[in-house]
């Protein structure tokens, strides 16, 4: 379960910081 968390957590934050590199592009 801890792990499965972690991963998912890593994910959303990748997903966090490609969405905020699009907006600094635009």
Same mark, same amino acid.
């Given at each position: 379960?801890?792990?499965?968390?972690?991963? %998912?957590?890593?994910? %959303?934050?990748?997903?966090?910081?490609a %969405?905020?590199?699009?907006?600094? %592009?635009?």
């Amino acid at each position: 379960m801890g792990f499965q968390w972690v991963e %998912l957590d890593a994910t %959303l934050c990748f997903i966090f910081s490609a %969405l905020k590199n699009v907006q600094s %592009l635009n």
